[in-house]
């Protein structure tokens, strides 16, 4: 579903979505269908060589709707819990 129908859907499918979201959090489960993704090859540098390609990875709307609600909450735990100290970088 493309997400110019997604969006004004919002209304009367956000507490399906919840549901689902909830469940799946809850059983530790990935439904199988939200990990398809079109992989398309994006040229890195101006020589058409194999090796200059990238992949990139277009996901389903809900798939990017789930990870949104992931990311939130996960933060949300850090930060409630203090997990993170200031010294702690990405690298």
Known sequence: MSTKILKPSAPFISSP????????ILSGIFLTRLKYAVVKPL???RYENVANY????????FSKVFEKI???????????????????FGF
């Open 17 to 24: 979505l919840k549901y689902i979201c909830n469940k799946s």
């Open 54 to 61: 990238r992949p990139i990875y277009l996901l389903t709307s």
């Open 70 to 88: 992931i990311y939130d909450r996960l933060l949300k735990h850090i930060e409630t819990n203090n997990i993170l100290v200031d010294e702690q």
């Open 43 to 45: 040229l890195k540098k």
